[in-house]
């Protein structure tokens, strides 16, 4: 019995040069770029030089995979140390208030573009080639970001190894690394009921306030072996070395294949770590001082409001419940040592390698649960970095010719991107590689960096190429036109907030400090500004260059260079629909017609 097949339109399309988001069913066209009246319409390489793009087996590989690139180290590691950093639960007001405004809009507008364009980071912005510098600008934060997050991921992997003892390393002071100042027991509770001056051990009560955790000692002597400062380099920690190595030779083989296979990989790696977070959660907060840190979380320390900015990320809710298990981890630690919440650990990149290692401490069969729990970690940060270089490398073979395409192409360049961000990150193994490594995360790829990118796509896309042009070009991608306060977000409070809070920053600039003891020096400084230089002036470089090379009035050259280059599979969308204004957030696609369009990130 034959099934009712739905109607499927075939359309021919003629794009006029003049102006090329019209176009109209009067004849078909060659899409070549051999002469300047097609020059707006991208030629498709030959299937035979070039295998066809990639794209994910199924939609759920595509949403999984943004999970996990948007679920990462950022919710157990930089969430609660900036949460720490800035009064505990007043940080959560601005932050849920710029995830609103801010967030979830440009995170919205990044897929909806990449889903458009069916391109690389640098290619999208063929949408107004002039603004292309945005492109280049992502690259270099991507490439920034790769290299120096998966040093996170290297001291996991060092936890990891360090967990398979009977006994775990940190849980004591009889190691060989541990000082004269080390202490397991603070006595707290002896010490209240006794006098200052009580002894215990060898410290009395005063003494014992002063000491150091084994826990500290470890991530700080062991791990870290921290010099004096960014100048006092010292040698590398071949240990870590060897972790670092295992951790880009997985990330390679795990992307060199494509999305195909990394859609596959992210299934498990997205969704294990609620697991351990839930368990480490409920044994967090069974352990006294427990709802004296999380009270610290939820509540507003309002002194700390004008310094708690930040641009929120689209994973809130994950920050969120990862701040619930760190701060009732801390909650216990203050509990035992006497001390206030907010000194019971230094508000550094380590406050993670601090208070989750003190937690699986506690529990039952401690290695066991230590062993998962930096499994965990691992996998955590392994998706993230898999999606950051996938986009790096998608973005370079981009700006390669067809002409240069070699068998194994992609498999080469991911050797290459792998290799150079190896060698790179053999700097923040050394003594001195805490301080290199926090350049990199304050200055290149977070930050003003990041606010000056937002700003310039918002504008881009809701005034060069305009707002209600790309709601429409949405509407055609998934039948129906997305929320008007997208809309209204790209076209004035993101850009808004984004800018404003780039000035402020820029005009309460601090320098960098570590653990708030060290004071960078100004030529560690003047390092981390390239850093941060090297991507935001991207944008206006590459305005200026193309408008100069250009040629006829400033007026001509503005219309030809903001014209968007349009690739073959554009021409489904482009036909003219006079109901796709008419399309609203409850339009349904019309049952009785078929609209194919491949879901690429």
Same mark, same amino acid.
């Given at each position: 019995?034959?099934?009712?097949? @739905?109607?499927?339109? +075939?359309?021919?399309?003629?794009?006029?040069?003049?102006?090329?988001?019209?176009?109209?069913?009067?004849?078909?066209?060659?899409?070549?770029?051999?002469?300047?009246?097609?020059?707006?319409?991208?030629?498709? @390489?030959?299937?035979? %030089?070039?295998?066809?793009?990639?794209?994910? +087996?199924?939609?759920?590989?595509?949403?999984? $995979?943004?999970?996990?690139?948007?679920?990462?180290?950022?919710?157990?590691?930089?969430?609660?140390?900036?949460?720490?950093?800035?009064?505990?639960?007043?940080?959560?007001?601005?932050?849920? &208030?710029?995830?609103? /405004?801010?967030?979830?809009?440009?995170?919205?507008?990044?897929?909806?573009?990449?889903?458009?364009?069916?391109?690389?980071?640098?290619?999208?912005?063929?949408?107004?080639?002039?603004?292309?510098?945005?492109?280049?600008?992502?690259?270099?934060?991507?490439? =920034?970001?790769?290299?120096?997050?998966?040093?996170?991921?290297?001291?996991?992997?060092?936890?990891?190894?360090?967990?398979? +003892?009977?006994?775990?390393?940190?849980?004591?002071?009889?190691?060989?690394?541990? $000082?004269?100042?080390?202490?397991?027991?603070?006595?707290?509770?002896?010490?209240?009921?006794?006098?200052?001056?009580?002894?215990?051990?060898?410290?009395?009560?005063?003494?014992?306030?002063?000491?150091?955790?084994?826990?500290?000692? /470890?991530?700080?002597?062991?791990?870290?072996?921290?010099?004096?400062?960014?100048?006092?380099?010292?040698?590398?920690?071949?240990? !870590?070395?060897?972790?670092?190595?295992?951790?880009?030779?997985?990330?390679?083989?795990?992307?060199?294949?494509?999305?195909?296979? +990394?859609?596959?990989?992210?299934? =498990?790696?997205?969704?294990?770590?609620?697991?351990?977070?839930?368990?480490?959660?409920?044994?967090?907060?069974? &352990?006294?001082?427990?709802?004296?840190?999380? &009270?610290?979380? &939820?509540?507003?320390?309002?002194?700390?409001?004008?310094?708690?900015?930040? !641009?929120?990320?689209?994973? $809130?809710?994950?920050?969120?419940?990862?701040?619930?298990?760190?701060?009732?981890?801390?909650?216990?630690?203050?509990?035992?040592?006497?001390?206030?919440?907010?000194?019971?650990?230094?508000?550094?990149?380590?406050?993670?390698?601090?208070?989750?290692?003190?937690?699986?401490?506690?529990?039952?069969? %401690?290695?066991?649960?230590?062993?998962?729990?930096?499994?965990?970690?691992?996998?955590?940060?392994?998706?993230?970095?898999?999606?950051?270089?996938?986009?790096?490398?998608?973005?370079?073979?981009? !700006?390669?010719?067809?002409?240069?395409?070699?068998?194994?192409?992609?498999?080469?360049?991911?050797?290459?991107?792998?290799?150079?961000?190896?060698?790179?990150?053999?700097?923040?193994?050394?003594?001195?590689?805490?301080?290199?490594?926090?350049?990199?995360?304050?200055?290149?790829?977070?930050?003003?960096?990041?606010?000056?990118?937002?700003?310039?796509?918002?504008?881009?896309?809701?005034?060069?190429?305009?707002?209600?042009?790309?709601?429409?070009?949405?509407?055609?991608?998934?039948?129906?036109?997305?929320?008007?306060?997208?809309?209204?977000?790209?076209?004035?409070?993101?850009?808004?907030?984004?800018?404003?809070?780039?000035?402020?920053?820029?005009?309460?600039?601090?320098?960098?400090?570590?653990?708030?003891?060290?004071?960078? @020096?100004?030529?560690?400084?003047?390092?981390?500004?390239?850093?941060?230089?090297?991507?935001?002036?991207?944008?206006?470089?590459?305005?200026?260059?193309?408008?100069?090379?250009?040629?006829?009035?400033?007026?001509?050259?503005?219309?030809?260079?903001?014209? @968007?280059?349009?690739?073959?599979?554009?021409?489904?969308?482009?036909?003219?629909?006079?109901?796709?204004?008419?399309?609203?957030?409850?339009?349904?696609?019309?049952?009785?017609?078929?609209?194919?369009?491949? $879901?690429?990130?």
């Amino acid at each position: 019995m034959s099934k009712h097949k @739905p109607e499927v339109e +075939t359309i021919s399309y003629k794009v006029k040069v003049e102006d090329t988001y019209d176009a109209s069913v009067s004849e078909e066209i060659i899409l070549k770029r051999e002469t300047k009246s097609c020059a707006n319409v991208q030629a498709a @390489p030959s299937r035979e %030089a070039i295998p066809e793009r990639e794209t994910w +087996t199924r939609q759920m590989d595509f949403i999984m $995979s943004c999970v996990g690139f948007a679920v990462g180290l950022g919710n157990v590691w930089r969430f609660p140390y900036l949460c720490y950093k800035n009064g505990g639960g007043v940080f959560l007001i601005p932050y849920v &208030l710029i995830a609103i /405004f801010g967030g979830i809009p440009i995170f919205f507008l990044e897929i909806a573009l990449g889903q458009f364009m069916k391109a690389g980071s640098i290619a999208v912005w063929n949408i107004a080639p002039i603004f292309q510098g945005i492109g280049f600008a992502s690259v270099v934060i991507v490439f =920034f970001c790769n290299t120096y997050y998966i040093m996170i991921l290297t001291w996991a992997v060092y936890y990891l190894v360090k967990s398979f +003892t009977a006994v775990l390393p940190w849980s004591h002071c009889n190691n060989t690394w541990n $000082s004269q100042e080390c202490v397991e027991i603070f006595r707290h509770d002896d010490c209240m009921n006794g006098t200052a001056n009580a002894t215990y051990g060898n410290a009395t009560c005063n003494e014992l306030s002063d000491r150091v955790s084994p826990i500290t000692e /470890f991530w700080e002597i062991k791990v870290l072996r921290l010099s004096s400062g960014l100048d006092d380099v010292g040698s590398i920690n071949w240990e !870590l070395l060897l972790c670092l190595l295992a951790c880009w030779m997985l990330v390679y083989f795990c992307v060199w294949k494509g999305v195909k296979s +990394t859609g596959k990989i992210v299934y =498990f790696t997205a969704t294990f770590p609620y697991v351990v977070l839930l368990i480490l959660l409920v044994r967090g907060a069974m &352990l006294p001082g427990a709802a004296e840190g999380i &009270l610290y979380y &939820l509540k507003p320390d309002w002194s700390k409001l004008g310094d708690a900015f930040v !641009l929120a990320l689209i994973n $809130s809710g994950t920050s969120f419940f990862a701040g619930f298990v760190v701060f009732s981890i801390l909650g216990f630690m203050a509990n035992e040592q006497g001390v206030d919440i907010s000194k019971v650990a230094e508000s550094g990149p380590g406050l993670a390698f601090i208070a989750y290692p003190r937690a699986v401490s506690l529990m039952p069969v %401690a290695p066991l649960w230590s062993a998962l729990f930096f499994f965990m970690l691992l996998l955590l940060g392994l998706d993230s970095q898999f999606v950051g270089v996938e986009g790096f490398i998608t973005a370079i073979l981009d !700006l390669l010719p067809a002409r240069y395409y070699f068998r194994f192409q992609r498999e080469v360049a991911v050797a290459i991107c792998c290799t150079a961000m190896f060698l790179i990150d053999i700097s923040m193994l050394t003594e001195g590689g805490m301080y290199v490594f926090q350049l990199f995360d304050y200055y290149s790829a977070s930050g003003m960096t990041l606010l000056w990118q937002t700003f310039w796509q918002c504008v881009v896309i809701a005034w060069v190429y305009g707002a209600d042009r790309f709601m429409d070009d949405i509407a055609r991608m998934i039948g129906y036109r997305p929320f008007p306060w997208m809309k209204w977000c790209w076209s004035f409070i993101t850009p808004f907030v984004c800018m404003a809070i780039f000035i402020f920053n820029l005009v309460n600039y601090k320098p960098l400090t570590y653990n708030k003891t060290y004071t960078y @020096p100004w030529w560690g400084e003047a390092i981390g500004w390239c850093f941060a230089m090297s991507s935001m002036l991207c944008v206006p470089v590459t305005f200026l260059y193309k408008i100069t090379r250009a040629k006829g009035s400033l007026k001509e050259r503005w219309y030809h260079l903001t014209e @968007p280059i349009w690739g073959t599979h554009h021409l489904e969308y482009m036909a003219p629909d006079p109901d796709v204004k008419s399309l609203t957030s409850l339009s349904p696609v019309s049952d009785n017609k078929v609209i194919i369009f491949e $879901s690429v990130m």
